[in-house]
């Protein structure tokens, strides 16, 4: 979940360790998965796309073609040549598998994008952790659940971490690297510089509910709701509130609108459920009525605005 971007920047920093990482693993064709595989792909790595079924990894192709062509349309505008050149490199450099076990026989870092189901990636790093090479980092994308937990079933818990990437991947320029009570100084280290090698500005945060962006970003839109909610003011006044007020590009409805309510709904219910006295944490009444309905935003056509 994140503010949406326009503006593409490679912000790498001239301290940062050389980047070990030559090779990536993303498993999880979807929107993610697909924009995780085209960044590494992108600035040099060789990546290999895992997913279900050729089906979705077909799909997965065409929304990396698509938003890359969209990329270059914008470099090399005056020289399209060297553009389509950049896209078929980069292209190249994408291998498509459905065999997950396959695919991390020879790979230094494993990228998991999946469903957030905390059972689903458990299940996924148990089953490769054998398998993969010891050098081999694991780190998870997820953008609520606990690091610590979902490295607890593997046997590499000093190598394991989280990299939650923003959607979407290509535009947004933050990574969140995460680290646990048992990562490791040298895997933190070959995650920042391997974040930072394919173009993101790297923050650092330790396994806490929703790191950093989601920690402050899901209570503040979930407060927004409560005023709505209480008929303190109207949704199109409360964003505009913050929008003129606090100089934000979007504001709080709209903003959970955009993401999907029920990815909201879905993060609040999971961190309540875990720390039921926190008040922040608490889902809203309206938020669930309108999930419950289908309204689930931009996506579906309606959420707190129609489209």
């Given at each position: 979940m994140a503010l949406p971007s326009l503006v593409l920047r490679r912000c790498v920093s001239s301290s940062a360790p050389a980047n070990v990482i030559?090779?990536?693993?993303?498993?999880?064709?979807?929107?993610?998965?697909s924009g995780i595989a085209q960044v590494a792909a992108q600035n040099g790595q060789d990546v290999t796309l895992v997913d279900v079924n050729d089906a979705v990894l077909s799909k997965s192709r065409g929304i990396i073609e698509t938003s890359l062509k969209r990329v270059v349309k914008k470099m090399f505008k005056d020289n399209p040549a060297d553009g389509e050149k950049l896209v078929q490199e980069t292209l190249e450099k994408i291998k498509t598998l459905t065999d997950v076990n396959e695919a991390v026989k020879e790979t230094d870092l494993v990228v998991e994008a999946i469903i957030e189901n905390i059972d689903l990636k458990q299940k996924l790093f148990s089953s490769i952790d054998e398998i993969a090479p010891d050098h081999t980092i694991f780190a998870s994308n997820t953008s609520s659940l606990s690091i610590g937990e979902i490295a607890s079933v593997t046997k590499r818990k000093d190598r394991f971490g989280g990299l939650h990437f923003?959607?979407?991947?290509?535009?947004?320029?933050?990574?969140?690297?995460?680290?646990?009570?048992?990562?490791?100084?040298?895997?933190?280290?070959?995650?920042?510089?391997?974040?930072?090698?394919?173009?993101?500005?790297?923050?650092?945060?330790?396994?806490?509910?929703?790191?950093?962006?989601?920690?402050?970003?899901?209570?503040?839109?979930?407060?927004?709701?409560?005023?709505?909610?209480?008929?303190?003011?109207?949704?199109?006044?409360?964003?505009?509130?913050?929008?003129?007020?606090?100089?934000?590009?979007?504001?709080?409805?709209?903003?959970?609108?955009?993401?999907g309510l029920d990815t909201g709904l879905y993060i609040s219910e999971g961190w309540h459920k875990k720390f039921p006295d926190e008040p922040l944490f608490k889902p809203s009444k309206l938020m669930k009525k309108l999930v419950s309905e289908g309204k689930l935003g931009r996506k579906s056509g309606e959420g707190f605005?129609?489209?």
């Open positions: 030559k090779h990536v693993t993303v498993v999880g064709g979807g929107l993610m998965g923003f959607n979407p991947v290509p535009v947004m320029k933050l990574l969140e690297v995460i680290r646990t009570e048992d990562t490791s100084d040298d895997t933190y280290q070959k995650m920042m510089a391997w974040g930072q090698a394919v173009g993101k500005t790297c923050i650092t945060c330790k396994d806490t509910p929703g790191f950093v962006v989601n920690r402050l970003l899901v209570p503040y839109m979930s407060e927004a709701v409560r005023m709505l909610e209480r008929g303190d003011a109207t949704a199109r006044d409360i964003d505009t509130a913050m929008k003129l007020g606090a100089g934000l590009p979007m504001g709080p409805l709209e903003l959970s609108d955009y993401t605005y129609k489209y």
